[in-house]
Structures are given as structure tokens and as C-alpha cells.
């Protein structure tokens, strides 16, 4: 099966993009799922950081470990340098297809890509997801809580994740917490 790129949102072919730039700029000539897990966490207004945020998981030192493992990967130098997906990067996007597809979504979003290297990515990426106790369980949870019931029917969903929580107030909690004007 092959995977078809035409079906990443925005937000997943900019991580894509960003993972391939990472990986010239360090002269590696394989795009790993630690690039991938890389651009994914730098993506500012992006789900994975939100996730992450949600579950206490410190980006800074994800990232300084990220750049660590991805500064030792075999370089190679000179203009003849190819870039090529490695097979447990071309692994975790089967399995973010058929992510999606268990979502019920149209398009493979950046959640799709967390669990999949979740799952899938062996390495590094996935001995520091579970290091930070990024589970299924907890990452489906806050999913639950950002994304509600929506379908990822077009490029663009995670700009509609949690608009009212990005946007708006809480009124109800605000009160809870005594932070709101009586006035």
C-alpha cells in the first residue's frame, strides 16, 4: 500500500516539509520518525504541543533530546546527497493512514502522526514518548478534550480544534476560581 501525501492536512505537510529541512540541514540522508517527532513538536498553534502541554510534558527538553539523537545520525556530505524515508518512517505513515481512517477522518492530521510514532516508530522517538508518559489512553483523552467529536474533513482542522478554548472565556470556571468581575 502506498501512502498518499495528497491526504495530510496543512499542518502534517508542514511538519513533513519541516522533517525533510531538518534532515538536509544535518546531512542525513534518511528522514527519520525523530524528525518527524521534531517538527511536530516545534509546530506553534499545533495539536501535538497542545497534547503535550495537557499532559505535562516539558517541550524544551523533548526538543534538546530530539536535536541530540538527530545531531548523532550517520551524515553525509557533498551535492550527490539524497534524501530518502526510512522504512520506520514509512511505518509510522501506514499506520497514521490507518489512524485516520479509524477516526473517521478524510485527511491524516498531526494526531494521527503523534500516535502513529507512538506505535510505530521504534527508536529513540518512541522510547522518549513513553519516557514522558505520552500513552494511547492519555493522548486519546485530551484528544477527546481538543478535538470533541470533529472529523478531520479537510486540510485545515486543527485551526478549529478547541476555538473556543483558544478564543474564548470560561465564564463558569473564571467564577469558580474567584477571577471574575462581580462589575
Same mark, same amino acid.
Given at each position: 500500500?502506498?501512502? %498518499?501525501?495528497?491526504?495530510? /492536512? ?12 531538518? *534532515? ?26 497542545? #497534547? ?12 534538546a ?15 550527490? *546527497? ?15 493512514? %490507518? ?21 510505530? *516508530? ?15 489512553e ?7 478534550? #481538543? ?5 478531520? /474533513? ?7 480544534? *478547541? ?9 463558569? %470556571? ?6 471574575? %468581575?462581580p462589575?
Open positions: 500500500m502506498a501512502f %498518499d501525501t495528497n491526504r495530510l /492536512t496543512q499542518k502534517s505537510q508542514e511538519a513533513v516539509l519541516e522533517a525533510q529541512n531538518t *534532515a538536509a540541514r544535518q546531512g542525513n540522508s534518511l528522514v527519520e520518525p525523530e524528525h518527524l517527532f521534531l517538527a511536530l513538536t516545534r509546530q506553534a498553534e499545533g495539536v501535538v504541543p497542545q #497534547i503535550a502541554q495537557k499532559l505535562n510534558v516539558f517541550l524544551p527538553a523533548v526538543t533530546r530530539l536535536e541530540q539523537v538527530i545531531a548523532g545520525m550517520p551524515c553525509i556530505s557533498g551535492s550527490a *546527497a539524497q534524501l530518502a524515508m526510512s522504512g520506520r518512517l514509512r511505518d509510522v505513515f501506514l499506520t497514521a493512514h %490507518d489512524e485516520m481512517e479509524n477516526f473517521g477522518d478524510e485527511y491524516v492530521s498531526t494526531e494521527h502522526l503523534l500516535l502513529a510514532l507512538l506505535s510505530r *516508530a521504534g527508536g529513540e522517538t518512541e522510547k522518549l514518548l513513553r519516557e514522558q508518559g505520552m500513552t494511547r492519555k493522548i486519546m483523552a485530551v484528544l477527546k478534550e #481538543i478535538r470533541g467529536s470533529q472529523r478531520v /474533513t479537510g486540510q485545515n482542522p486543527e485551526g478549529a480544534y *478547541a476555538a473556543l478554548e483558544q478564543y474564548g472565556r470560561n465564564l463558569v %470556571d473564571l467564577a469558580r476560581r474567584g477571577k471574575l %468581575d462589575v
